[in-house]
């Protein structure tokens, strides 16, 4: 069964940086409101209540978690520890900024449950997060995945294509070094222009441009096989697009795609398809087959890789079958002369 998730979202009120894609007139100077230890409790067992027998994980998300004073980190965490003791909370994580974990600070988790943490590591590129106004290095990233890891706290990242001076070949570099510290998960979401950021300001005089969404789809589906390749998950691709994101005026430009991981993963298997489709004479027809959990991916939204395949190469798609068999990035397509398949993750 699946573990059910109870979310608290740490506000980013206070923070002292300057990332240029954050809202900071909304943040500046003001203290965060946390949630109480009794709201943290209650909140749990509400959601226990409504899903009875699934383990529970906490999450922290949002803020910089271990920028908060120590004492609020223990508010925090304080009420969870019966839970944990108890069986009734399996895992707890948090996130924070690369250049707020020393070594300190990561046995201070350990002690208090904490099992992963979240890291906003954006990009592995000094230059861009100079640009992006950041205020921490790559070196901050490798020093905190160090401080974590030897405290025996899994790691995960967020990385944020699209910055101010990022490019493809430094998107992907940056998730290739981030790769090698060997994160327990990952999150890939490209820039958005957020209405009152600096990004906004710097985009409006023509200083910046965002990520086009084909771009977006290029390079994240890059990322997307590189992160499958070494076998990290990758939890979500693309904000979530919330009520706040979704009210009109507040995301400026930039590759807004409700459903982006959907048509990345769609597109990994069209690569795929058209590899083998390329192989055979035009007009045949074609049987194509993946694992059954693919199916959607390999049709593509609207069956627009089937559609896609017929205008490129002229084949007709009979039937998309599901099989069992065959790994889940694999694609199979089956035709009067044979059959054939490759691995997306080989291209
Ligand atoms: S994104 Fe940057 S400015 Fe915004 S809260 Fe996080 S660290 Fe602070």
Not at 82 to 111: C, H, M, N, Q, Y
Not at 196 to 204: N, S, V
Not at 244 to 257: D, F, R, W
């Given at each position: 069964m699946k573990t059910l998730v109870v979310p608290f979202f740490i506000p980013h009120l206070g923070c002292p940086h300057r990332c240029v894609f954050c809202d900071q007139e909304k943040i500046a100077g003001a203290r965060p409101i946390l949630p109480s230890p009794h709201e943290i409790t209650a909140r749990i067992h509400e959601y226990r209540g409504s899903a009875p027998g699934r383990s529970v994980e906490v999450a922290f998300f949002g803020g910089t978690f271990t920028a908060l004073p120590r004492a609020d980190q223990e508010r925090l965490l304080a009420p969870l520890q019966p839970l944990i003791a108890g069986g009734e909370v399996v895992k707890v994580r948090v996130s924070t900024r690369p250049d707020a974990v020393s070594a300190d600070d990561a046995s201070f988790l350990k002690r208090m449950g904490v099992r992963l943490v979240e890291l906003g590591?954006?990009?592995?590129d000094d230059e861009v997060l100079e640009l992006s106004g950041r205020g921490h290095q790559a070196s901050h990233v490798e020093e905190a995945f160090r401080h974590l890891k030897k405290a025996g706290i899994a790691v995960g990242a967020q990385l944020m294509p699209g910055l101010p001076g990022d490019t493809e070949a430094r998107s992907l570099a940056s998730l290739e070094r981030v790769l090698k510290l060997e994160p327990a998960c990952l999150r890939i979401y490209p820039a958005l222009v957020l209405e009152g950021t600096e990004l906004a300001r710097r985009y409006r005089e023509g200083g910046y441009a965002p990520l086009s969404l084909p771009a977006a789809v290029t390079v994240g589906k890059q990322m997307l096989r590189a992160a499958l390749k070494h076998g990290v998950p990758v939890l979500r691709i693309g904000l979530h697009p919330s009520i706040e994101l979704a009210a009109p005026g507040v995301v400026l430009a930039g590759p807004e795609h409700p459903a982006l991981g959907q048509l990345l993963e769609s597109e990994l298997y069209y690569d795929a398809a058209r590899v083998l489709a390329a192989e055979i004479p035009r007009g045949s027809r074609v049987v194509l087959s993946c694992h059954p959990r693919r199916i959607s991916d390999l049709i593509g939204q609207r069956r627009r890789n089937l559609a896609r395949l017929k205008e490129e190469f002229g084949i007709e798609v009979a039937a998309v079958q599901p099989r069992e068999g065959l790994g889940r990035t694999v694609v199979a397509l089956a035709w009067g002369g044979g059959e054939r398949s490759v691995d997306l993750l080989e291209l």
């Amino acid at each position: 069964m699946k573990t059910l998730v109870v979310p608290f979202f740490i506000p980013h009120l206070g923070c002292p940086h300057r990332c240029v894609f954050c809202d900071q007139e909304k943040i500046a100077g003001a203290r965060p409101i946390l949630p109480s230890p009794h709201e943290i409790t209650a909140r749990i067992h509400e959601y226990r209540g409504s899903a009875p027998g699934r383990s529970v994980e906490v999450a922290f998300f949002g803020g910089t978690f271990t920028a908060l004073p120590r004492a609020d980190q223990e508010r925090l965490l304080a009420p969870l520890q019966p839970l944990i003791a108890g069986g009734e909370v399996v895992k707890v994580r948090v996130s924070t900024r690369p250049d707020a974990v020393s070594a300190d600070d990561a046995s201070f988790l350990k002690r208090m449950g904490v099992r992963l943490v979240e890291l906003g590591v954006q990009s592995m590129d000094d230059e861009v997060l100079e640009l992006s106004g950041r205020g921490h290095q790559a070196s901050h990233v490798e020093e905190a995945f160090r401080h974590l890891k030897k405290a025996g706290i899994a790691v995960g990242a967020q990385l944020m294509p699209g910055l101010p001076g990022d490019t493809e070949a430094r998107s992907l570099a940056s998730l290739e070094r981030v790769l090698k510290l060997e994160p327990a998960c990952l999150r890939i979401y490209p820039a958005l222009v957020l209405e009152g950021t600096e990004l906004a300001r710097r985009y409006r005089e023509g200083g910046y441009a965002p990520l086009s969404l084909p771009a977006a789809v290029t390079v994240g589906k890059q990322m997307l096989r590189a992160a499958l390749k070494h076998g990290v998950p990758v939890l979500r691709i693309g904000l979530h697009p919330s009520i706040e994101l979704a009210a009109p005026g507040v995301v400026l430009a930039g590759p807004e795609h409700p459903a982006l991981g959907q048509l990345l993963e769609s597109e990994l298997y069209y690569d795929a398809a058209r590899v083998l489709a390329a192989e055979i004479p035009r007009g045949s027809r074609v049987v194509l087959s993946c694992h059954p959990r693919r199916i959607s991916d390999l049709i593509g939204q609207r069956r627009r890789n089937l559609a896609r395949l017929k205008e490129e190469f002229g084949i007709e798609v009979a039937a998309v079958q599901p099989r069992e068999g065959l790994g889940r990035t694999v694609v199979a397509l089956a035709w009067g002369g044979g059959e054939r398949s490759v691995d997306l993750l080989e291209l």
